[in-house]
């Protein structure tokens, strides 16, 4: 599984890997404003998909041909021509023939540069070790393999032979890139292009981290989480239903029929939904506290909506495990809650006298207007 560009760039300026001044955009207006915001002369436009190759890509709206999937813009309202013109249109790429629907954009500065570099360090399955990789400007690769922490890097270096002040911020950025590497932990971790300034400072461009399999952080990954569990066996191991789908709203509801209308009233609302779990007709505390910061962990929701209609489990044993979610997260992604039936009005005190960073709702409708709009804003 890999992570967005943006959600890459985020984790690499917590470890003090610079990057471009950026910003997300689900609008062509956002996007014009993002690039007010960072200020400069020039932006890149970064269609967000997660396959190699937007460069080269192609989209399907004949109204975009000869447009890729980064364009650089020289004012905000190119940036806001760009974002319009691939925002909910789909890029195709070598690596997914297919494409895949555009739903964000990344906005960032134009990073001028005297030269690029490219850098990776993967775990190599086969030979139990760390590969580590460099291709210089004029576009050879060195690399070295390492059994013990940072052996390969060692190595690596000393392949490269490159003069001290080079040669030392490149050994900061590669040591930085393990961090990551072994803190989240992926599998793999790369920067290209990497660009070399007038001042021999080294910006990260473009990035990919990538994890094993579908495993994803159970707490954010932003937030220093190391412990992955896929959503799926936790589920299974919960007796909780769990459908993954192709939005960006998580939903948490108790009962199949309420999750479908649920569904059906996201999608007429212009949201779409994302992964769907059941808790059932009975969850406990401890199972709404652990969907809530599962589903905040996948990086493919931007927004959660809890909608559950007590029966069984009363409004303020629902209050109880979403209260505790809150302690533990602190994503800063939207979370609606609409709750009713038994004791929903207590369970409705509790939150708001509890002062969670969620919205409490009664409507149904009110809810889903408010999460669609909410991750729309995000």
């Known amino acids: 599984m890999d992570l967005h560009e943006y959600q890459v760039k985020q984790l690499l300026r ?12 689900y609008t062509a207006g956002e996007a014009r404003a993002a690039a007010l915001k960072i200020g400069g002369a020039a932006w890149m436009v970064k269609a967000q998909v997660r396959y190699k190759g937007r460069s080269q890509g192609v989209f399907s709206d004949p109204r975009a041909a000869g447009m890729s999937g980064i364009v650089r813009a020289a004012s ?38 005297r030269r ?3 850098m990776s360090i993967r775990v190599d399955f086969q030979t139990q070790s760390m590969m580590w990789s460099v291709r210089t400007p004029d576009g050879a690769v060195v690399s070295a ?9 060692k190595k690596l270096m000393r392949a490269l032979a490159l003069p001290y002040l080079p040669a030392n911020r490149l050994e900061k950025l590669l040591g930085r890139l393990y961090d990551i590497l072994i803190q989240c932990p992926a599998v ?9 300034t007038e001042q021999g400072r080294l910006v990260a461009l473009d990035g990919r981290i990538v994890f094993d399999g579908e495993n994803v952080p159970l707490t954010d990954w932003a937030r220093g989480g190391t412990r992955f569990v896929p959503p799926a066996v936790w589920a299974r191991q919960n007796r909780i239903r769990y459908h993954k789908l192709a939005g ?10 309420l999750g479908l209308a649920t569904i059906d009233l ?31 962990a996948d990086t493919d929701v931007d927004g959660v909506l809890v909608n559950i209609f ?6 303020e044993e629902i209050a109880g495990g979403l209260i505790a979610a809150s302690h533990e997260v602190l994503s800063g992604l939207p979370v609606v809650v609409r709750m009713d039936g038994t004791n929903a009005h207590i369970g409705q005190r509790m939150l708001f006298e509890s002062r969670v960073p969620f919205t409490v709702v009664q409507d149904l409708d009110e809810a889903v207007q408010a999460i669609v709009s909410q991750v729309r804003e995000k």
């Open 14 to 25: 917590a470890h003090r890997i610079r990057v471009p001044k950026g910003g997300v955009a």
């Open 76 to 113: 905000p309202d190119e940036v806001r021509a760009a974002a319009e013109m691939m925002l909910e249109n789909t890029l195709a790429t070598a690596a997914n023939p297919a494409g895949t629907p555009v739903r964000q954009v990344y906005v960032e500065e134009a990073v001028p540069s």
């Open 116 to 118: 690029k570099w490219g």
């Open 145 to 153: 393999a390492g059994d013990t922490d940072r052996e390969g890097l």
């Open 188 to 196: 793999a971790v790369e920067l290209d292009p990497v660009a070399e």
């Open 248 to 257: 960006n709203i998580a939903c948490l509801v108790d009962g199949m029929g």
């Open 266 to 296: 996201v999608q007429a609302r212009g949201g779409a939904v994302g992964c769907l779990f059941d808790l059932g007709t009975n969850p406990t505390q401890e199972t709404i506290a652990m969907a809530v910061k599962m589903a905040l």
């Open 310 to 315: 007590g029966g069984i489990i009363r409004g």
